[in-house]
Every structure is written in structure tokens, then in C-alpha cells.
């Protein structure tokens, strides 16, 4: 084979490796920078794409992803002189990979070092109390100043939150000596109540049971007074039959007296008996009819033989 041809072939196999090395193709939530020349050229979003071998080259691979950065404890000193170690948890994403790029020179450090700031100029306005009570506040003041200062370089912060708050040993000590304090009160309130409750109860109690006992008594005295009521009634309404009753027999014997048309003998013997029941009585004073003397003289006659 002549040495030309050779050559040839040698040439076209680095054209077509030249080639093939400059199709890429740019996976899901990636972006690449491409420079021409040391220039930037574009960005390629997902997809095929082709770059001019030698002259083009992929300057950075960014990812689009939202991503987490831990960053150390910093130390803070609060507005009423206490020195605490606080360290940041930072949710960022980025949203435009030339600002990402050329914006700033290790943007995470730059995100690390402007988080420690801004961190400690909030929490110098504040006191250890509010601090510890505020968290919300904090991470939502961070998240807004650090938007604002990374938005030139591409990156959106998402989330900012505080992961941990140490304050010094001595204060722990103090603030773990107040919370046994304030749970032994609310120990102390809970069974207070428990016990004024439990005496609440008993109270109630006792007296629903004497309302009970006295509404028993109550309507025991009223069916008691029903009972001797329907008794005087029974009574009265008996006494009531019976004087009917001797009544209706005396009319009775003096109805048939008097259709047995009675002589005067005997008309004379009943007046005679009756002024003897009437002698038997209390009575003093004796009315007696002219026509009965002669027969009282005769009556007292025949007890005097007696």
C-alpha cells in the first residue's frame, strides 16, 4: 500500500474520532457551558447536541438539581453578650448556568461565608431568649438576604434552617435547672387540680346524694299524707254510710209504725222510754209534757216499791 494512502486512512479515522468525540448528549437536570475559543459560547440544555472539536470544549457541567450544603457551627454572639455556636443547613438550586459559571469563584464558599454574616448580624439584634424561641424568623430573614445576594450568580436559595444552637455550657446548666423547675410547677399545678377536682366531685357528691335523700323524704311524706287523706276520706265516707244507714232504718221502723197504725198505749210506752233514756243523761233541766206527769208520777211509784 503506497504511503499516501496510508496517510489518508490514518486522516479520516482521526476526523471521524474528531467527530464522534464532538457529538454529546446532555442527561435530564443537567446543563453544560460551552466556551469557543476560552469565550463563552452557549449552554446546552438536555438533549443531543455537537461541538466544533479543538475550538469548542464543555468550560462546566452544572447541575439543576436542589442541593444541600451543611455548613459548620458558627460562632454568634447575641444582643445581651452570649456566645453560641449555631450551625446552617442550606437548600440551593441553580438557574442559570452561565451566571454559575462566571458569577463567582466558588459560589459554595461564597454561599458559606455570606450565610455566616448574615447570620451573625441577625442574631446580634436579637436576645438569648428570643434566639432560642425564634427559629421560624431567623431562617426566614437568612433565606430572603441570601436569595437577594446569590441571585447575580445563578443560584436560588430555597431553604435555610437552623440545625443546631448551642449555647455555652453555664447557660445550658441554668436553662436545664429552669426546665426542671417549670415542669416540677406544672407537676405541682396538675395535681392541685387533680386534687380540687377529685374534691370538686366528692362535694357534688354528697350533695346530689341529700338532694336525692331529701326529695325521697319529700315524696315519702307526700304519699304518707295521701295515704291518711284517703284514709279520713274511706272514714268519713263509712261514718257518712252508717248514720244512712240508721237514718234510712229509723225512717224505715217509723214508716211502718206508721202504716201499722200504733194505739195510744204504745205511743205512750215509746214516750216513756225515751224520757227514761233522757233521765239516764247529763241533762239538768227536763221539760216534761202535762199529759206525761201523771205517768212519771206512776213510773217513779213503781221504782220506789221496787
Known sequence: MEPWAIALIIFLFIVVMLIISGVKVVPQSKAYVIERLGAYR????????????????????????????DFAPQPVITKDNVTMQIDTVVFYQITDAKLYAYGVESPIMAIENLTATTLRNIIGEMELDNTLTSRDTINAKIRSILDDATDPWGIKINRVELKNIKPPSEIQDAMEKQMKA????????????????????????????QILEAEAEKQSAILKAEAEKQ????????????????????????????????NEGYLTIKKLEALEKMSDGQATKIVIPSELQGLVGLVNTIKEAK
Open 42 to 69: 452557549e449552554t446546552w440544555q438536555t438533549g443531543l447536541h455537537f461541538r466544533i472539536p479543538i475550538l469548542e470544549r464543555i468550560a462546566k457541567i452544572v447541575s439543576l438539581k436542589e442541593q444541600v450544603v
Open 231 to 262: 284514709a279520713a276520706i274511706l272514714k268519713a265516707e263509712a261514718e257518712r254510710q252508717a248514720i244512712l244507714a240508721i237514718n234510712s232504718a229509723h225512717a224505715e221502723s217509723i214508716r211502718l209504725i206508721n202504716e201499722a197504725n200504733p
Open 182 to 209: 417549670e415542669r416540677q410547677r406544672r407537676e405541682a399545678i396538675l395535681r392541685a387540680e387533680g386534687e380540687k377536682a377529685s374534691s370538686i366531685l366528692v362535694a357534688e357528691g354528697k350533695k346530689e346524694s
